[in-house]
């Protein structure tokens, strides 16, 4: 049995071995999910996406195969996260709890078919989505009824950095060396912050929150994406749009319409009151980085945010 799968940036994924197997999983796992869609199982259809994971579409079902350095315990503790306690009133839930292995020895998760929120949406979400960070924010951060107790791992935003400047440093750009300089920075910012004290009493984090991690459901709007879900600073979450709001790239009124949501369901990751900037300060300059990178590294036909805006923010920090 042969598959070719169309990816989101125009190549072309073979999976051979896989691609059998996911027919049979999805057969197994879509019951009433895989007919809503009117497509019979071994109609597979599979998006590479940015971050080196891989989506497999079959009717209803959702197959997603992780990166291959995923850390099967840790995506473990995040599901058991995800539908323990608050979870199921915050997050898409998977039709399955614990990973698989795929026969490449890949982890997967099985979730299933839901509509999105898009960018080009003729109304954005935003007081609901600020609405839904400042509930995650405010979740217990144990892992569900996990055997051993184990807390989640640290949310993923450092490690967007770090794998940002892996990317820059291969860029063949004229901003390469500036991106590449201001990345070790930011490193070395966010290492210093972490060893203060003081420094924010960790919470519940998506990791790598922005509008195309949400989801339309009958039951509201719930997160998706579980890769970066950890503890840690709740700021990084609304570092996705303040950073673009600092870089002009998002409106006023929508940043006001997120931050006085958030503020007004109790979201800890900026004061209630007053200038929230000395919080959102480096969580926002880490985002506009790694997007700048991605803009021109991974997605540039693609990219949400045009790359001269944030390379022009990035210059400036």
């Known amino acids: 049995m042969h598959h070719s ?66 850390d099967a315990a840790a995506l473990g503790r995040r599901l058991r996260q995800v539908t323990s306690g608050a979870g199921p009133s915050l997050w898409v839930q998977p039709l399955q709890v614990l990973p698989r292995r795929a026969p490449d020895g890949r982890c997967v998760t099985v979730w299933p078919r839901v509509e999105v929120v898009a960018p080009e949406d003729a109304a954005l979400p935003w007081a609901d989505s600020g609405r839904l960070l400042a509930r995650l924010h405010l979740a217990s951060g144990e892992a569900g009824d996990a055997p051993d107790r184990r ?82 600073d709740p700021a990084w979450d609304l570092a996705r749009p303040a950073g673009l709001w600092a870089a002009g790239a998002l409106e006023d009124a929508d940043w006001r319409t997120f931050l006085t949501a958030y503020r007004t369901e109790g979201g800890p990751g900026v004061p209630a009151y007053g200038d929230p900037w000395p919080r959102l300060d480096l969580a926002a300059r880490c985002a506009v980085y790694v997007a700048a990178v991605r803009a021109l590294a991974v997605q540039p036909a693609h990219s949400a945010n045009p790359a001269e805006a944030l390379l022009e923010a990035c210059a400036r920090m």
């Not at 019979?40 to 197959?63: H, I, K």
């Not at 794998?163 to 300089?181: C, K, S």
């Not at 984090?205 to 039951?219: E, I, K, N, Y």
């Open 151 to 232: 807390p989640l791992p640290r949310h993923g935003g450092p490690a967007r950095v770090s794998r940002a400047l892996r990317r820059a440093g291969r860029l063949d750009r004229p901003a390469a060396p500036m991106l590449t300089e201001l990345g070790r920075r930011l490193l070395k910012e966010i290492e210093e912050i972490e060893e203060i004290p003081t420094s924010p009493a960790p919470a519940v984090v998506h990791g790598d929150w922005h509008l195309g991690q949400l989801a339309r459901t009958p039951a509201g709007l719930r997160l998706l994406d579980v890769d970066d879900l950890g503890t840690g």
């Open 5 to 70: 799968y169309p990816s989101g940036d125009n190549q072309v994924v073979t999976l051979d071995t896989t691609a059998a197997w996911l027919d049979r999983l999805a057969a197994d796992l879509a019951g009433g999910h895989g007919r809503d869609h009117g497509n019979s199982v071994d109609q597979v259809v599979c998006r590479l996406l940015p971050s080196g994971a891989e989506l497999a579409f079959v009717g209803g079902v959702v197959v997603k195969l992780h990166h291959p350095r995923t």
